[in-house]
């Protein structure tokens, strides 16, 4: 009988050590999306999309992962959307089809080819962007990366911050160039509950 129970354990360990891949909802409450841009090369002006959904995967065991954003282009926030007296707000211009044109593309998405870890943790994202019916590839640099139980709900999460630096004139996005910056930061600020 012990022998019987020996091999059954032994049989059972190696499966337990083999993780499989963790499925996470992206929580919309604490994750934006943030951009910065040169103005009139005078100053860096900064804005963020007010709504982020999607999904990520997580196989720390086999160090692999993936991610799906989807990022609402109509949820650009500049900081100025009171229109006053002027005609439209930044906000308003920023949606239009010098920019980004939200009524023909009213989303803006990435999808990961490959993650590369450090250790646990992912450290590089390299993926699809899709911006205005472009497609082109980026890599995103993780900064950070923490995986732990909410403190308040108790269900397991895991987030963090990634950057990437594009040209939006590669995506057909030309207005203003060069006056206004053609290269543009993007640094994510994501949090995913645990499926």
Known sequence: MKIVAFA?????????AVAAPESYTIDPTHSFVHYEVE????????????????KF???RAAKTGGVELSIESGSISSGDNVKGSRPRTLDDHLKTADFFNAAEFPRVTFKSTGVKFAGDNPSEVAGTLTLLGVSKPVTLKVER????ENPMSKKPMCGGNATTTIKRSDWGMKYGVPAIGDEVRLWMSVEGYKD
């Open 145 to 148: 990366w923490v995986c732990k």
């Open 39 to 54: 103005h009139l090369g005078v100053s860096m002006q900064r804005g963020r999309f007010d709504r982020t959904s999607g």
């Open 57 to 59: 995967t997580l196989d």
């Open 8 to 16: 059954a354990l032994a049989v059972a360990l190696p499966m337990a």
